[in-house]
């Protein structure tokens, strides 16, 4: 399961529909071995394309490096499609290379209806993909990390 902060899934969607008609993409860097997305980096699609996002090596290799210079990992890669569901596809999945990421993706293809409305909020859905394999996960959104993804039997006995 993915459970992000709010303010980071709404920077996700305005990144995506601000590229849009262009796919979008960034990482959401957390602490190493925490699995908590925590700092929002949106990227330059390289391939300004419609159906394709691409890093730029050298803005990649720069992300790395402040990465590592933090104590940081990916823990969300996410880019957008902007004309089909917010699914993996073949390209998506063949260039998945962080097996501990969870993978964002966002439709922006309501856009492209002339309608507008809360029927046209972007798909935000999340997979894991390791080895080619595609598995997607509940996305629980928050608005802090202090007290998510507990259950009534975390709380403490005052007896």
Known sequence: MLVIRKDLVDGIVAHARRDHPDEACGVVAGP???????RFIPMLNAARSPTFYEFDSGDL?????DMDSRDEVPVVIYHSHTA?????????ISYA???DAHY???STRSQNDEA???GNEPEFRSFRIVDGVVTEEQV??????????????DVPDNA
């Open 32 to 38: 190493e071995g925490s699995d908590r997305p925590e």
């Open 61 to 65: 290799l720069r992300l790395y490096r």
């Open 84 to 92: 089909t569901e917010a699914y993996p596809s073949r390209t998506d």
């Open 97 to 99: 290379s962080e097996p």
């Open 104 to 106: 964002v993706l966002v």
């Open 116 to 118: 507008s409305g809360p």
């Open 140 to 153: 629980e959104v928050v608005e802090t990390y202090m007290f998510a993804h507990t259950g009534a039997d």
